[in-house]
């Protein structure tokens, strides 16, 4: 990579870090440690400044659960312990040696909900202005331009949260099943969402079920959809 900057230059003297965690606080949002190779490693993989909000989730923590475990916001991972593990900005966009199988190129995956739903930074490949978040819902199989950056989209999922942006997709007692799910896991629903029949997600049969399962079902919905 030309211009390729070592960790030690992209740690800024003025972090974010310090204003995230005020903002996780607003709502217990709950901050996980990670370990320091793995968010290192993030950190040079995404080549930011932990000036930058981004910079900060990715070098000073493996993420960030939100809303009783509704929204994961990535960071620099959260290794697999007694608990399934929370994929890296890096792994989760394909970047550095680690990486997973990476996603679409022009977009980077900053947050995940429950339901599969994904939050990315526009590069190119999104219906909305360079550097702003749009949302792929589960229940539309689109991606919405959110109007937001990442600083702003992080700040309102951790001090507002996302009471009305999903209230539509949430059901009675949603708290409890949510709660008891692992980070590696999602929830399923059948019908789907995306589903005339499956917009009641409280009428619907939902079962927990790994996240990339969920994922990959999404992908091919959307691809009948489009063909």
């Given amino acids: ?64 659960v939100v809303d009783e475990g ?31 199988e990476a996603v679409a190129p022009g977009l980077l995956v900053v947050a995940y909900d429950v339901l599969g739903g994904l939050f990315g930074v526009n590069a190119g490949a999104l219906p909305a202005a360079q550097g702003e978040v749009a949302y792929f819902g589960p ?13 702003t989209f992080v700040e309102w999922a951790l001090t507002t949260g996302l009471d009305d942006f999903a209230a539509h997709m949430r059901w009675r007692g949603w708290q409890d099943e949510v709660r008891r799910l692992t980070l590696d896991q999602g929830i399923t629903a059948y019908p789907p969402p995306w589903s005339h029949e499956g917009r009641d997600l409280g009428a619907a049969r939902r079962a927990p079920a790994p996240i990339v399962s969920i994922w990959s079902s999404q992908a091919t919905a959307a691809k009948g959809l489009a063909d």
């Avoid at 950190?43 to 000073?60: I, K, N």
């Fill in 1 to 64: 990579m030309i211009g390729e900057q070592p960790v030690e230059s992209l740690i800024s003297q003025d972090e974010a870090w310090p204003l995230v965690q005020q903002w996780a606080a607003a709502r217990d949002a709950r901050i996980l440690p990670g370990d320091a190779e793995g968010r290192t490693q993030t950190l040079h993989a995404l080549q930011v400044t932990t000036h930058s909000v981004l910079g900060s989730l990715a070098y000073r923590c493996g993420g960030i």
């Fill in 70 to 100: 509704w929204l994961r916001l990535l960071g620099g991972g959260q290794p697999a312990g007694a608990e399934p593990g929370l994929p890296s900005l890096a792994e989760m966009n394909g970047l550095g040696e680690s990486s997973q």
């Fill in 139 to 151: 229940d539309t199989l689109e991606w919405v331009p959110l109007e937001a950056g990442h600083a």
